[in-house]
């Protein structure tokens, strides 16, 4: 029997895992593998590094003891957006003799069309992730052009979370999320508002 270990990740604490779970414990269930362990990360963007993900950390570790024979996980972009990261760890997980199921792509790298479709789905999760760099780089640009005040903002403009922000913290959020350097949440804080506004903001980035 395949022994299999579950990787599930969220980007926010207002998001929740369990979907994830359930689905890949269905389909374990249904290809008679045997879940070993089960690694969550909440509220941690995919954008980070193994080093700030400490599940995805734990999981390396894992494979490297060869605790299991495959890990399982929903999507590609649960995994990572960095297409460099994401191949790392494919190399790394085929060199310890353990494969790699993605649940929405329908992708298993037992087979040598797995390997070359989990290459280019990470080549589309980085172009995405450059286009919203680019979107946000020019945003700013016009937005300078215009003579808006941008960067953080001055002390005495702190706001209580939940309300709407001026323009010029706007854009500073625009610019953080750019970066993917931290997360919503930290983000949030650092600009004082609240997650569901740096969510807004976000999603019109992806518009």
């Known amino acids: 029997m395949k022994t299999v270990a579950i990787y599930t990740r969220v980007s926010t604490d207002q998001q929740t895992t369990e979907n994830q779970e359930r689905e890949l414990r269905e ?5 008679d593998w045997r879940i070993v362990e089960i690694y969550r990360d909440e509220g941690v963007s995919g954008a980070k590094s193994r080093a700030e993900r400490p599940a995805f950390d734990a999981l ?11 890990v399982m996980a929903w999507s590609v972009d649960r995994l990572g957006r960095s297409l460099q990261d994401l191949v790392g760890f494919l190399s790394e997980l085929h060199a310890l003799g353990i494969d790699l199921f993605l649940h929405q792509q329908g992708l298993d ?11 280019m789905m990470g080549v589309f999760a980085e172009f995405e992730r450059a286009m919203i760099r680019e979107r946000v780089k020019s945003g700013l640009a016009r937005a300078k052009a215009g003579g808006k005040r941008l960067g953080r903002p001055r002390l005495g ?26 997360g919503m949440i930290k983000i949030a804080k650092r600009h004082g508002v609240g997650v569901g506004t740096v969510q807004r903001i976000k999603a019109t980035l992806a518009a």
């Open 109 to 119: 790298t037992t087979t040598p069309a797995g390997k070359a479709m989990f290459q």
């Open 27 to 31: 389909v374990a269930a249904r290809m």
């Open 157 to 182: 403009d702190e706001r209580k979370p939940g309300q709407p922000p001026r323009l010029g913290v706007e854009e500073a959020i625009r610019c953080d999320l750019a970066t993917g350097e931290i």
């Open 60 to 70: 390396c570790r894992d494979a490297a003891r060869r605790r299991f024979d495959m």
